[in-house]
Protein backbone atom coordinates (compact mmCIF):
# COMPACT_ATOMS: atom_id res chain seq x y z
CA UNK A 1 0.00 0.00 0.00
CA UNK A 2 2.99 2.60 1.16
CA UNK A 3 5.00 1.30 -2.03
CA UNK A 4 1.82 2.61 -4.22
CA UNK A 5 1.04 5.33 -2.43
CA UNK A 6 5.03 6.74 -3.22
CA UNK A 7 4.45 5.89 -6.72
CA UNK A 8 1.58 7.51 -6.97
CA UNK A 9 2.88 10.52 -5.63
CA UNK A 10 5.78 10.36 -8.34
CA UNK A 11 3.98 9.39 -10.91
CA UNK A 12 1.68 12.44 -10.62
CA UNK A 13 4.18 14.72 -9.81
CA UNK A 14 6.47 13.66 -12.80
CA UNK A 15 3.32 14.53 -15.54
CA UNK A 16 2.14 17.50 -13.56
CA UNK A 17 5.86 19.31 -14.06
CA UNK A 18 6.05 17.81 -17.42
CA UNK A 19 3.40 19.94 -18.45
CA UNK A 20 4.40 22.90 -16.43
CA UNK A 21 7.70 22.66 -17.86
CA UNK A 22 6.37 23.08 -21.54
CA UNK A 23 4.21 25.68 -20.82
CA UNK A 24 6.28 28.19 -18.89
CA UNK A 25 6.82 31.64 -20.81
CA UNK A 26 10.58 32.21 -19.98
CA UNK A 27 12.76 29.66 -20.45
CA UNK A 28 14.95 29.52 -17.50
CA UNK A 29 12.03 28.86 -15.55
CA UNK A 30 11.52 25.96 -17.73
CA UNK A 31 14.65 24.42 -16.86
CA UNK A 32 14.42 25.12 -13.61
CA UNK A 33 11.40 23.40 -13.42
CA UNK A 34 12.88 20.72 -15.22
CA UNK A 35 15.70 20.39 -12.34
CA UNK A 36 12.78 19.44 -9.86
CA UNK A 37 11.68 16.74 -12.47
CA UNK A 38 15.02 15.38 -12.56
CA UNK A 39 15.48 14.69 -8.73
CA UNK A 40 11.81 13.37 -8.63
CA UNK A 41 12.83 10.59 -11.37
CA UNK A 42 16.07 9.87 -9.34
CA UNK A 43 13.45 9.33 -6.47
CA UNK A 44 11.74 7.33 -8.77
CA UNK A 45 15.04 5.04 -9.57
CA UNK A 46 16.06 4.83 -5.51
CA UNK A 47 11.91 3.26 -5.42
CA UNK A 48 13.12 0.78 -7.59
CA UNK A 49 16.14 -0.24 -5.70
CA UNK A 50 18.48 1.37 -8.55
CA UNK A 51 20.79 3.45 -6.53
CA UNK A 52 23.39 3.64 -9.15
CA UNK A 53 21.21 5.26 -11.31
CA UNK A 54 19.86 7.37 -9.52
CA UNK A 55 23.39 9.05 -8.30
CA UNK A 56 23.65 8.75 -11.89
CA UNK A 57 20.93 10.83 -12.57
CA UNK A 58 21.30 13.59 -10.39
CA UNK A 59 24.88 14.46 -10.85
CA UNK A 60 24.62 14.17 -14.92
CA UNK A 61 21.25 15.52 -15.65
CA UNK A 62 20.57 17.73 -12.79
CA UNK A 63 24.41 18.49 -12.26
CA UNK A 64 25.76 18.64 -15.40
CA UNK A 65 22.88 18.72 -18.62
CA UNK A 66 21.04 21.37 -16.72
CA UNK A 67 23.89 23.15 -16.22
CA UNK A 68 24.41 23.07 -19.82
CA UNK A 69 21.13 24.10 -20.37
CA UNK A 70 21.24 27.12 -18.53
CA UNK A 71 24.40 28.22 -20.31
CA UNK A 72 23.14 27.91 -23.28
CA UNK A 73 19.95 29.97 -22.69
CA UNK A 74 21.73 32.94 -21.06
CA UNK A 75 24.05 32.90 -23.57
CA UNK A 76 20.93 33.08 -26.27
CA UNK A 77 19.71 35.89 -23.99
CA UNK A 78 16.11 35.27 -24.72
CA UNK A 79 14.02 36.87 -22.06
CA UNK A 80 10.38 35.60 -23.35
CA UNK A 81 9.87 32.35 -25.52
CA UNK A 82 9.55 33.79 -29.40
CA UNK A 83 5.71 33.35 -30.07
CA UNK A 84 4.79 32.73 -33.72
CA UNK A 85 1.49 32.52 -35.55
CA UNK A 86 0.40 29.16 -35.66
CA UNK A 87 0.33 27.84 -39.53
CA UNK A 88 -2.09 24.96 -39.01
CA UNK A 89 -4.96 25.35 -36.23
CA UNK A 90 -6.11 21.89 -36.44
CA UNK A 91 -5.52 21.49 -32.42
CA UNK A 92 -9.23 19.78 -32.58
CA UNK A 93 -7.85 16.69 -34.60
CA UNK A 94 -4.71 16.61 -32.20
CA UNK A 95 -7.10 16.74 -29.15
CA UNK A 96 -8.85 13.95 -30.54
CA UNK A 97 -6.03 11.45 -31.31
CA UNK A 98 -4.73 11.96 -27.81
CA UNK A 99 -8.03 11.51 -26.24
CA UNK A 100 -8.05 8.12 -28.36
CA UNK A 101 -4.80 7.21 -27.47
CA UNK A 102 -5.70 7.55 -23.92
CA UNK A 103 -8.74 5.59 -24.29
CA UNK A 104 -6.53 2.93 -25.95
CA UNK A 105 -3.68 2.93 -23.46
CA UNK A 106 -6.40 3.29 -20.28
CA UNK A 107 -8.20 -0.01 -21.64
CA UNK A 108 -5.73 -1.91 -22.20
CA UNK A 109 -3.60 -1.60 -19.36
CA UNK A 110 -5.85 -3.28 -16.75
CA UNK A 111 -4.72 -6.15 -18.01
CA UNK A 112 -1.07 -5.94 -18.45
CA UNK A 113 0.51 -9.21 -17.06
CA UNK A 114 4.32 -8.85 -16.32
CA UNK A 115 6.97 -11.60 -18.00
CA UNK A 116 8.78 -13.79 -16.02
CA UNK A 117 11.05 -12.32 -13.78
CA UNK A 118 14.78 -11.91 -14.73
CA UNK A 119 18.08 -13.33 -12.88
CA UNK A 120 18.65 -10.01 -11.19
CA UNK A 121 16.22 -10.05 -8.43
CA UNK A 122 17.05 -7.47 -5.30
CA UNK A 123 19.19 -10.33 -3.22
CA UNK A 124 20.96 -10.62 -6.48
CA UNK A 125 21.71 -7.34 -7.31
CA UNK A 126 22.67 -6.73 -3.79
CA UNK A 127 24.93 -9.60 -3.75
CA UNK A 128 26.94 -8.27 -6.49
CA UNK A 129 26.60 -4.92 -5.80
CA UNK A 130 24.46 -2.55 -7.36
CA UNK A 131 26.82 -0.54 -9.78
CA UNK A 132 29.25 -4.05 -10.91
CA UNK A 133 26.12 -5.97 -11.36
CA UNK A 134 25.01 -2.82 -13.83
CA UNK A 135 28.88 -2.56 -15.26
CA UNK A 136 29.02 -5.88 -16.32
CA UNK A 137 25.64 -6.43 -18.30
CA UNK A 138 26.42 -3.08 -19.57
CA UNK A 139 29.84 -3.97 -21.03
CA UNK A 140 29.58 -8.20 -21.58
CA UNK A 141 25.32 -8.66 -22.63
CA UNK A 142 24.97 -5.28 -23.76
CA UNK A 143 28.41 -4.12 -25.16
CA UNK A 144 27.20 -3.86 -29.09
CA UNK A 145 24.20 -1.87 -27.59
CA UNK A 146 26.43 0.24 -26.04
CA UNK A 147 29.11 0.63 -28.75
CA UNK A 148 26.07 2.05 -31.19
CA UNK A 149 25.00 4.51 -28.85
CA UNK A 150 28.42 6.37 -28.34
CA UNK A 151 28.40 6.60 -32.46
CA UNK A 152 24.90 8.10 -31.67
CA UNK A 153 26.74 10.43 -29.52
CA UNK A 154 29.61 11.14 -31.79
CA UNK A 155 26.37 11.72 -34.70
CA UNK A 156 25.47 14.62 -32.18
CA UNK A 157 28.77 16.22 -31.73
CA UNK A 158 29.62 16.19 -35.50
CA UNK A 159 25.91 17.38 -35.89
CA UNK A 160 25.80 20.40 -33.66
CA UNK A 161 29.50 21.65 -34.98
CA UNK A 162 28.43 20.92 -38.71
CA UNK A 163 25.24 23.32 -38.12
CA UNK A 164 26.42 25.76 -35.85
CA UNK A 165 30.06 26.25 -37.15
CA UNK A 166 30.72 29.31 -39.70
CA UNK A 167 30.44 27.92 -43.54
CA UNK A 168 33.28 29.14 -45.56
CA UNK A 169 29.99 30.34 -48.30
CA UNK A 170 29.14 32.84 -46.22
CA UNK B 1 32.96 -12.83 -8.84
CA UNK B 2 35.37 -11.79 -11.24
CA UNK B 3 34.89 -13.02 -14.56
CA UNK B 4 36.28 -13.06 -17.72
CA UNK B 5 34.30 -10.78 -20.83
CA UNK B 6 34.75 -12.92 -23.71
CA UNK B 7 35.85 -11.17 -26.94
CA UNK B 8 32.77 -11.36 -29.27
CA UNK B 9 33.01 -12.80 -32.84
CA UNK B 10 33.92 -10.28 -34.82
CA UNK B 11 33.26 -11.68 -38.30
CA UNK B 12 29.44 -10.73 -38.70
CA UNK B 13 30.11 -7.13 -37.71
CA UNK B 14 32.74 -6.85 -40.62
CA UNK B 15 31.08 -4.61 -43.01
CA UNK B 16 29.83 -2.30 -40.25
CA UNK B 17 33.25 -1.80 -38.26
CA UNK B 18 34.65 -1.34 -41.79
CA UNK B 19 31.90 1.36 -42.60
CA UNK B 20 32.37 2.82 -38.84
CA UNK B 21 36.43 3.30 -40.06
CA UNK B 22 35.60 4.74 -43.23
CA UNK B 23 32.92 7.37 -41.78
CA UNK B 24 35.34 8.05 -38.81
CA UNK B 25 38.64 8.26 -41.01
CA UNK B 26 36.29 10.69 -43.28
CA UNK B 27 35.67 13.10 -40.56
CA UNK B 28 39.74 13.89 -40.32
CA UNK B 29 40.58 13.38 -43.59
CA UNK B 30 38.00 16.84 -43.94
CA UNK B 31 40.77 18.61 -42.23
CA UNK B 32 43.59 17.38 -44.68
CA UNK B 33 41.98 17.33 -48.36
CA UNK B 34 40.77 20.70 -49.66
CA UNK B 35 38.97 19.24 -52.42
CA UNK B 36 36.21 17.68 -51.07
CA UNK B 37 35.00 15.56 -54.00
CA UNK B 38 38.55 13.14 -52.87
CA UNK B 39 36.08 12.22 -49.84
CA UNK B 40 33.42 11.26 -52.42
CA UNK B 41 35.67 9.53 -54.26
CA UNK B 42 37.08 8.00 -50.86
CA UNK B 43 33.07 6.83 -50.02
CA UNK B 44 32.38 5.52 -52.83
CA UNK B 45 35.90 2.78 -52.10
CA UNK B 46 34.62 2.27 -48.97
CA UNK B 47 31.13 1.09 -49.99
CA UNK B 48 32.58 -1.13 -52.85
CA UNK B 49 34.51 -2.92 -49.77
CA UNK B 50 32.34 -2.95 -47.37
CA UNK B 51 30.28 -4.77 -50.47
CA UNK B 52 33.00 -7.04 -50.95
CA UNK B 53 33.54 -8.54 -47.16
CA UNK B 54 29.31 -8.34 -46.91
CA UNK B 55 29.26 -11.95 -48.59
CA UNK B 56 31.77 -13.26 -45.74
CA UNK B 57 29.95 -11.92 -42.87
CA UNK B 58 27.23 -14.86 -42.27
CA UNK B 59 26.39 -15.51 -38.44
CA UNK B 60 25.33 -14.41 -35.39
CA UNK B 61 27.27 -12.50 -32.53
CA UNK B 62 27.25 -10.66 -29.26
CA UNK B 63 24.96 -12.50 -27.93
CA UNK B 64 22.17 -13.05 -30.29
CA UNK B 65 21.75 -9.34 -30.95
CA UNK B 66 23.43 -8.94 -34.33
CA UNK B 67 22.49 -11.48 -37.37
CA UNK B 68 24.36 -11.40 -40.38
CA UNK B 69 21.92 -13.59 -42.82
CA UNK B 70 20.69 -13.50 -46.27
CA UNK B 71 18.18 -11.33 -45.20
CA UNK B 72 19.70 -8.28 -43.86
CA UNK B 73 22.45 -9.02 -46.67
CA UNK B 74 19.99 -8.27 -49.35
CA UNK B 75 18.98 -5.03 -47.59
CA UNK B 76 22.77 -4.04 -46.99
CA UNK B 77 23.50 -4.14 -50.95
CA UNK B 78 20.81 -2.08 -51.70
CA UNK B 79 21.60 0.35 -48.97
CA UNK B 80 25.01 0.34 -50.44
CA UNK B 81 23.85 0.96 -54.19
CA UNK B 82 21.98 3.69 -52.49
CA UNK B 83 24.75 5.53 -50.74
CA UNK B 84 26.55 5.03 -53.79
CA UNK B 85 24.46 6.41 -56.16
CA UNK B 86 23.75 9.44 -53.87
CA UNK B 87 28.07 10.50 -53.96
CA UNK B 88 27.83 10.41 -57.36
CA UNK B 89 24.63 12.83 -57.30
CA UNK B 90 26.23 14.77 -54.46
CA UNK B 91 29.76 15.31 -56.13
CA UNK B 92 28.38 17.97 -58.42
CA UNK B 93 25.37 18.94 -56.39
CA UNK B 94 27.29 19.98 -53.44
CA UNK B 95 29.77 22.53 -55.88
CA UNK B 96 26.65 24.10 -57.22
CA UNK B 97 25.02 24.88 -54.04
CA UNK B 98 28.37 25.57 -52.31
CA UNK B 99 27.55 23.31 -49.23
CA UNK B 100 31.34 21.61 -50.21
CA UNK B 101 32.28 20.02 -46.28
CA UNK B 102 33.33 16.89 -45.45
CA UNK B 103 31.29 15.73 -42.61
CA UNK B 104 28.37 15.21 -45.39
CA UNK B 105 30.19 12.19 -46.86
CA UNK B 106 30.62 11.37 -43.56
CA UNK B 107 26.95 11.72 -42.35
CA UNK B 108 25.68 9.74 -45.14
CA UNK B 109 28.02 6.81 -44.21
CA UNK B 110 26.74 6.67 -41.02
CA UNK B 111 23.70 7.09 -42.02
CA UNK B 112 23.89 4.00 -43.90
CA UNK B 113 25.42 2.34 -40.96
CA UNK B 114 22.62 3.04 -39.07
CA UNK B 115 20.35 1.07 -41.62
CA UNK B 116 23.04 -1.68 -41.63
CA UNK B 117 22.53 -2.14 -38.38
CA UNK B 118 18.32 -2.38 -38.56
CA UNK B 119 18.62 -4.77 -41.35
CA UNK B 120 20.83 -6.67 -38.80
CA UNK B 121 19.17 -6.27 -35.57
CA UNK B 122 17.93 -9.04 -33.43
CA UNK B 123 17.11 -7.27 -30.27
CA UNK B 124 14.69 -4.48 -30.51
CA UNK B 125 17.04 -2.43 -28.29
CA UNK B 126 19.31 -2.40 -31.71
CA UNK B 127 16.54 -2.21 -33.75
CA UNK B 128 15.86 1.43 -32.08
CA UNK B 129 19.61 2.55 -31.94
CA UNK B 130 20.36 1.81 -35.70
CA UNK B 131 17.24 3.35 -36.53
CA UNK B 132 18.57 6.21 -33.92
CA UNK B 133 21.76 6.78 -36.17
CA UNK B 134 20.09 6.37 -39.04
CA UNK B 135 18.00 9.57 -38.33
CA UNK B 136 20.23 11.66 -36.50
CA UNK B 137 22.48 11.70 -39.09
CA UNK B 138 19.28 12.07 -42.20
CA UNK B 139 18.35 15.17 -40.15
CA UNK B 140 21.50 16.90 -40.16
CA UNK B 141 22.07 16.03 -44.02
CA UNK B 142 18.61 17.61 -44.50
CA UNK B 143 19.68 21.11 -42.57
CA UNK B 144 23.22 20.76 -44.44
CA UNK B 145 22.10 24.06 -46.55
CA UNK B 146 22.35 26.35 -43.60
CA UNK B 147 21.70 29.35 -45.12
CA UNK B 148 18.36 28.20 -47.22
CA UNK B 149 15.22 29.06 -44.69
CA UNK B 150 13.57 25.57 -46.25
CA UNK B 151 16.09 23.78 -46.00
CA UNK B 152 16.34 24.51 -42.12
CA UNK B 153 12.51 24.13 -41.98
CA UNK B 154 13.27 20.36 -43.36
CA UNK B 155 15.60 19.54 -40.55
CA UNK B 156 13.62 20.94 -37.91
CA UNK B 157 10.30 19.54 -39.10
CA UNK B 158 12.03 16.01 -39.55
CA UNK B 159 14.33 16.28 -36.12
CA UNK B 160 10.88 17.41 -34.01
CA UNK B 161 8.31 14.93 -35.65
CA UNK B 162 11.35 11.95 -36.06
CA UNK B 163 12.11 12.34 -32.40
CA UNK B 164 8.03 11.94 -31.54
CA UNK B 165 8.20 8.90 -33.71
CA UNK B 166 11.41 7.28 -31.85
CA UNK B 167 8.95 7.97 -28.55
CA UNK B 168 6.60 6.13 -29.77
CA UNK B 169 9.17 3.19 -30.65
CA UNK B 170 10.37 3.32 -27.05
CA UNK B 171 6.98 3.09 -25.34
CA UNK B 172 5.93 0.00 -27.89
CA UNK B 173 9.50 -1.66 -26.77
CA UNK B 174 8.84 -0.84 -23.17
CA UNK B 175 5.30 -2.55 -23.21
CA UNK B 176 6.61 -5.31 -24.79
CA UNK B 177 9.84 -6.01 -22.51
CA UNK B 178 7.31 -5.26 -19.54
CA UNK B 179 4.94 -8.24 -20.98
CA UNK B 180 7.83 -10.41 -21.93
CA UNK B 181 11.17 -9.46 -20.56
CA UNK B 182 13.07 -9.69 -22.71
CA UNK B 183 14.01 -7.40 -26.43
CA UNK B 184 15.31 -10.34 -28.09
CA UNK B 185 12.82 -10.68 -31.23
CA UNK B 186 12.57 -14.51 -31.20
CA UNK B 187 12.18 -14.49 -27.58
CA UNK B 188 9.53 -12.20 -27.78
CA UNK B 189 7.98 -14.98 -30.09
CA UNK B 190 8.24 -17.30 -27.87
CA UNK B 191 7.30 -15.86 -24.59
CA UNK B 192 4.52 -14.10 -26.07
CA UNK B 193 3.51 -18.36 -27.42
CA UNK B 194 3.84 -19.62 -23.58
CA UNK B 195 1.86 -16.47 -21.96
CA UNK B 196 -0.77 -16.15 -24.88
CA UNK B 197 -1.17 -12.68 -26.24
CA UNK B 198 -3.22 -10.03 -24.73
CA UNK B 199 -4.47 -6.02 -25.82
CA UNK B 200 -1.57 -5.11 -24.01
CA UNK B 201 0.28 -7.18 -26.53
CA UNK B 202 -1.82 -5.27 -29.29
CA UNK B 203 -0.87 -1.75 -28.00
CA UNK B 204 2.78 -2.28 -28.40
CA UNK B 205 2.45 -3.51 -31.57
CA UNK B 206 0.74 -0.92 -32.59
CA UNK B 207 3.40 1.82 -31.03
CA UNK B 208 6.36 0.17 -32.75
CA UNK B 209 4.41 -0.12 -36.45
CA UNK B 210 3.28 3.66 -36.03
CA UNK B 211 7.15 4.77 -35.74
CA UNK B 212 8.37 2.20 -38.35
CA UNK B 213 5.67 3.72 -40.56
CA UNK B 214 6.66 7.15 -40.17
CA UNK B 215 9.95 5.91 -41.68
CA UNK B 216 8.61 4.58 -44.41
CA UNK B 217 6.53 7.69 -44.74
CA UNK B 218 3.16 5.56 -45.14
CA UNK B 219 -0.26 7.40 -44.35
CA UNK B 220 -1.22 8.58 -42.33
CA UNK B 221 2.39 9.08 -40.78
CA UNK B 222 3.56 10.80 -44.11
CA UNK B 223 2.88 14.42 -43.51
CA UNK B 224 6.52 14.96 -42.88
CA UNK B 225 7.41 13.75 -46.37
CA UNK B 226 6.67 16.64 -48.71
CA UNK B 227 8.15 19.22 -47.02
CA UNK B 228 10.91 17.18 -45.85
CA UNK B 229 11.88 16.15 -49.61
CA UNK B 230 11.10 19.69 -51.08
CA UNK B 231 13.73 21.99 -48.56
CA UNK B 232 16.06 19.20 -48.01
CA UNK B 233 19.05 19.51 -50.56
CA UNK B 234 18.40 17.29 -54.00
CA UNK B 235 21.06 15.19 -53.02
CA UNK B 236 19.79 14.53 -49.77
CA UNK B 237 16.33 14.13 -51.10
CA UNK B 238 17.11 11.14 -53.49
CA UNK B 239 19.26 9.21 -49.93
CA UNK B 240 15.80 9.75 -47.85
CA UNK B 241 13.60 8.61 -50.48
CA UNK B 242 15.05 5.27 -50.83
CA UNK B 243 17.31 4.34 -47.86
CA UNK B 244 15.53 4.76 -44.50
CA UNK B 245 12.39 3.79 -46.05
CA UNK B 246 14.22 0.24 -47.54
CA UNK B 247 15.42 0.27 -43.59
CA UNK B 248 12.15 0.63 -43.11
CA UNK B 249 10.56 -2.19 -44.42
CA UNK B 250 14.25 -4.69 -42.98
CA UNK B 251 12.83 -3.90 -39.80
CA UNK B 252 9.41 -4.10 -40.26
CA UNK B 253 9.62 -7.31 -42.38
CA UNK B 254 11.70 -9.13 -39.38
CA UNK B 255 10.15 -7.51 -36.65
CA UNK B 256 6.53 -8.16 -37.24
CA UNK B 257 7.46 -11.58 -38.81
CA UNK B 258 9.78 -12.61 -35.72
CA UNK B 259 8.43 -11.24 -32.90
CA UNK B 260 4.80 -10.93 -33.39
CA UNK B 261 3.99 -14.08 -35.57
CA UNK B 262 1.07 -14.69 -33.25
CA UNK B 263 -0.47 -10.99 -34.03
CA UNK B 264 -0.61 -11.76 -37.91
CA UNK B 265 -4.15 -11.10 -38.11
CA UNK B 266 -4.15 -7.88 -36.22
CA UNK B 267 -1.19 -6.40 -38.10
CA UNK B 268 -2.14 -7.82 -41.56
CA UNK B 269 -5.73 -5.97 -40.99
CA UNK B 270 -3.65 -2.34 -39.98
CA UNK B 271 -1.11 -2.46 -43.24
CA UNK B 272 -3.67 -3.20 -45.08
CA UNK B 273 -5.40 -0.58 -44.02
CA UNK B 274 -2.38 1.86 -44.32
CA UNK B 275 -1.36 0.45 -47.38
CA UNK B 276 -4.95 1.43 -48.76
CA UNK B 277 -4.74 4.96 -47.66
CA UNK B 278 -0.93 5.38 -48.57
CA UNK B 279 -1.58 4.53 -52.08
CA UNK B 280 -4.14 6.86 -51.85
CA UNK B 281 -3.13 10.07 -50.25
CA UNK B 282 0.32 9.60 -52.12
CA UNK B 283 -1.32 9.17 -55.91
CA UNK B 284 -4.63 12.10 -55.35
CA UNK B 285 -2.32 14.32 -53.91
CA UNK B 286 0.65 13.86 -56.11
CA UNK B 287 -1.75 14.97 -58.99
CA UNK B 288 -2.15 18.51 -57.73
CA UNK B 289 1.76 19.28 -57.25
CA UNK B 290 3.70 21.47 -59.15
CA UNK B 291 7.05 20.96 -57.49
CA UNK B 292 8.66 18.00 -58.67
CA UNK B 293 10.10 17.10 -55.52
CA UNK B 294 6.81 17.11 -53.62
CA UNK B 295 5.47 15.30 -56.03
CA UNK B 296 8.13 12.47 -56.17
CA UNK B 297 7.57 12.78 -52.22
CA UNK B 298 4.06 12.03 -52.78
CA UNK B 299 5.03 9.29 -55.02
CA UNK B 300 7.12 8.10 -52.46
CA UNK B 301 4.55 7.80 -50.31
CA UNK B 302 2.24 5.51 -52.88
CA UNK B 303 5.28 3.23 -53.55
CA UNK B 304 5.55 2.57 -49.41
CA UNK B 305 1.66 1.53 -49.62
CA UNK B 306 2.72 -1.09 -52.88
CA UNK B 307 5.69 -2.32 -51.42
CA UNK B 308 3.58 -2.72 -47.48
CA UNK B 309 1.37 -5.12 -50.00
CA UNK B 310 4.51 -7.47 -49.67
CA UNK B 311 4.41 -7.86 -46.15
CA UNK B 312 0.97 -7.70 -45.72
CA UNK B 313 0.65 -11.20 -47.84
CA UNK B 314 3.12 -12.44 -44.92
CA UNK B 315 5.09 -14.98 -46.91
CA UNK B 316 9.07 -15.63 -48.00
CA UNK B 317 7.61 -14.91 -51.71
CA UNK B 318 6.15 -11.49 -50.04
CA UNK B 319 9.32 -10.21 -48.47
CA UNK B 320 11.65 -11.21 -51.62
CA UNK B 321 9.07 -9.31 -53.90
CA UNK B 322 9.34 -6.19 -51.19
CA UNK B 323 13.37 -6.52 -51.58
CA UNK B 324 12.97 -6.82 -55.62
CA UNK B 325 10.86 -3.37 -55.39
CA UNK B 326 13.01 -1.35 -53.39
CA UNK B 327 15.77 -2.31 -55.60
CA UNK B 328 13.64 -1.75 -58.49
CA UNK B 329 12.72 1.43 -56.67
CA UNK B 330 16.11 2.69 -55.68
CA UNK B 331 17.40 3.08 -59.66
CA UNK B 332 14.62 4.59 -60.46
CA UNK B 333 14.06 6.90 -58.00
CA UNK B 334 17.31 7.74 -57.51
CA UNK B 335 17.58 8.05 -61.79
CA UNK B 336 14.70 10.51 -61.35
CA UNK B 337 16.49 12.49 -58.97
CA UNK B 338 20.31 12.60 -60.91
CA UNK B 339 17.51 14.08 -63.92
CA UNK B 340 16.44 16.66 -61.60
CA UNK B 341 20.22 17.91 -60.15
CA UNK B 342 21.27 17.89 -64.05
CA UNK B 343 18.83 20.14 -64.86
CA UNK B 344 20.23 24.13 -64.01
CA UNK B 345 16.58 24.70 -62.75
CA UNK B 346 14.30 21.76 -62.36
CA UNK B 347 12.55 22.18 -59.31
CA UNK B 348 9.71 22.94 -60.63
CA UNK B 349 7.29 20.48 -63.09
CA UNK B 350 6.82 23.23 -65.39
CA UNK B 351 10.84 23.71 -66.36
CA UNK B 352 10.45 20.91 -68.24
CA UNK B 353 8.55 22.13 -71.36
CA UNK B 354 10.62 21.72 -74.15
CA UNK B 355 13.25 19.41 -72.98
CA UNK B 356 13.30 16.73 -75.57
CA UNK B 357 13.76 19.27 -78.37
CA UNK B 358 17.17 20.99 -76.22
CA UNK B 359 18.56 18.36 -74.28
CA UNK B 360 17.19 14.85 -76.27
CA UNK B 361 19.05 12.52 -74.15
CA UNK B 362 18.33 14.38 -70.59
CA UNK B 363 14.57 13.97 -71.59
CA UNK B 364 14.86 10.40 -72.78
CA UNK B 365 16.13 9.38 -69.33
CA UNK B 366 13.77 11.11 -67.38
CA UNK B 367 11.12 9.92 -69.98
CA UNK B 368 12.36 6.08 -68.92
CA UNK B 369 12.27 6.50 -65.00
CA UNK B 370 8.76 8.03 -65.08
CA UNK B 371 7.39 5.01 -67.18
CA UNK B 372 9.07 2.67 -64.62
CA UNK B 373 7.75 4.80 -62.02
CA UNK B 374 4.41 4.25 -63.35
CA UNK B 375 5.30 0.62 -64.39
CA UNK B 376 4.54 0.31 -67.60
CA UNK B 377 6.88 -2.37 -69.47
CA UNK B 378 9.47 -2.95 -70.39
CA UNK B 379 10.84 -1.38 -67.94
CA UNK B 380 12.30 -2.87 -64.09
CA UNK B 381 8.85 -0.81 -62.69
CA UNK B 382 6.60 -2.99 -64.36
CA UNK B 383 8.08 -6.03 -62.58
CA UNK B 384 8.26 -4.86 -59.17
CA UNK B 385 4.44 -4.12 -59.09
CA UNK B 386 4.04 -7.72 -60.75
CA UNK B 387 6.25 -9.72 -58.27
CA UNK B 388 4.53 -7.36 -55.35
CA UNK B 389 1.08 -7.75 -56.39
CA UNK B 390 1.60 -11.72 -57.83
CA UNK B 391 3.08 -12.29 -54.46
CA UNK B 392 -0.58 -10.39 -52.13
CA UNK B 393 -2.76 -12.48 -54.67
CA UNK B 394 -0.99 -15.57 -54.10
CA UNK B 395 -1.61 -14.88 -50.09
CA UNK B 396 -5.37 -13.89 -50.74
CA UNK B 397 -5.59 -10.19 -50.96
CA UNK B 398 -6.65 -10.27 -54.49
CA UNK B 399 -9.15 -7.08 -53.30
CA UNK B 400 -6.27 -5.15 -52.00
CA UNK B 401 -4.45 -5.69 -55.36
CA UNK B 402 -7.43 -4.55 -57.51
CA UNK B 403 -7.11 -1.40 -55.69
CA UNK B 404 -3.79 -0.81 -56.09
CA UNK B 405 -4.09 -1.26 -59.79
CA UNK B 406 -6.34 1.35 -59.45
CA UNK B 407 -4.40 3.52 -57.89
CA UNK B 408 -1.09 2.71 -59.93
CA UNK B 409 -3.48 3.41 -63.12
CA UNK B 410 -4.17 7.23 -61.49
CA UNK B 411 -0.43 7.72 -60.95
CA UNK B 412 0.28 7.48 -64.68
CA UNK B 413 -1.09 11.15 -64.85
CA UNK B 414 1.23 13.34 -62.52
CA UNK B 415 3.92 10.74 -64.37
CA UNK B 416 3.14 11.04 -67.58
CA UNK B 417 2.20 14.68 -67.28
CA UNK B 418 6.24 15.26 -66.99
CA UNK B 419 7.05 13.35 -70.15
CA UNK B 420 3.99 15.54 -72.15
CA UNK B 421 5.73 18.74 -70.45
CA UNK B 422 9.20 17.83 -72.23
CA UNK B 423 7.71 16.16 -75.69
CA UNK B 424 4.49 17.83 -76.30
CA UNK B 425 5.32 21.35 -75.20
CA UNK B 426 6.90 23.96 -76.43
CA UNK B 427 9.08 26.69 -74.32
CA UNK B 428 11.05 29.61 -75.83
CA UNK B 429 14.24 29.30 -73.73
CA UNK B 430 14.52 25.49 -72.34
CA UNK B 431 16.57 24.98 -69.30
CA UNK B 432 20.39 24.91 -69.58
CA UNK B 433 22.09 21.43 -68.08
CA UNK B 434 24.94 21.25 -66.00
CA UNK B 435 26.36 18.09 -67.12
CA UNK B 436 29.48 16.31 -65.05
CA UNK B 437 31.22 12.87 -64.94
CA UNK B 438 29.25 11.94 -62.07
CA UNK B 439 26.09 12.62 -63.11
CA UNK B 440 26.42 11.08 -66.39
CA UNK B 441 27.38 7.83 -64.58
CA UNK B 442 24.56 8.09 -62.41
CA UNK B 443 21.71 8.19 -65.30
CA UNK B 444 24.02 5.59 -67.28
CA UNK B 445 24.02 2.93 -64.64
CA UNK B 446 20.26 3.55 -63.81
CA UNK B 447 18.50 3.44 -67.07
CA UNK B 448 20.73 0.38 -67.76
CA UNK B 449 19.94 -1.26 -64.68
CA UNK B 450 16.51 -0.12 -65.22
CA UNK B 451 15.85 -1.88 -68.83
CA UNK B 452 18.32 -4.83 -67.49
CA UNK B 453 15.55 -5.70 -64.92
CA UNK B 454 13.21 -4.80 -67.66
CA UNK B 455 13.72 -7.19 -69.86
CA UNK B 456 15.81 -9.75 -67.62
CA UNK B 457 13.99 -9.99 -64.49
CA UNK B 458 15.91 -13.10 -63.69
CA UNK B 459 19.06 -11.14 -62.45
CA UNK B 460 17.10 -10.34 -59.41
CA UNK B 461 14.55 -12.63 -59.26
CA UNK B 462 14.37 -16.05 -58.08
CA UNK B 463 17.56 -15.80 -56.14
Redesign the interface.
Known amino acids: MLSKLFFGYFAVVLVTLSIVIITRKNPVHSVLWMLVMFFHIAGLYLFLNAEFLAAVQLILYAGAILVLFLFVIMMLNIKEEVTAKRFIGCWPAGAALGVLFVV??A???P????????PFSIEAIKS?THAKALG?LL???????FE??S??L???I??A???AKK???? | MSMPIPFPDMKPVMPELIMTGAAAALLVAELVFRKKAVLGLFSILAAVAVFFVLSMSFGETFNGMFISDAYSMQFKVIFLITLILTVLLSLPYLRRERVENGEYYSLLLFATLGMMLMASAKDLIIVYLGLELMALSTYILAGIKKHDLKSNEAALKYFLLGSFSSALLLYGIALTYGLTTTTDLAAIAAQVGRGGTSPVLLLAMILIASSFLFKIAAAPFHMWAPDVYEGAPTSVTAFMSVGPKAAGFAVIGRVFLTAFPSLQADWTAILIGVAILSMAAGNILALAQTNIKRMLAYSSIAHAGYMLLGIIAGTQKGLSAVLTYLLIYAFMNMGAFAVVILLDKGEEIKDYEGLARSHPLAAAAMLVFMFSLTGIPPTAGFIGKFTIFLAAVQAGHAWVVVIAVIFSAISAYYYLRVVRNMYMRERAEATALRPSWSLGLAICLTVLMVFIIGVMPSVVIGR
Open positions: MVSTLVFQQGPPGATYAEYLFPIALILIAVGVVLGSNE
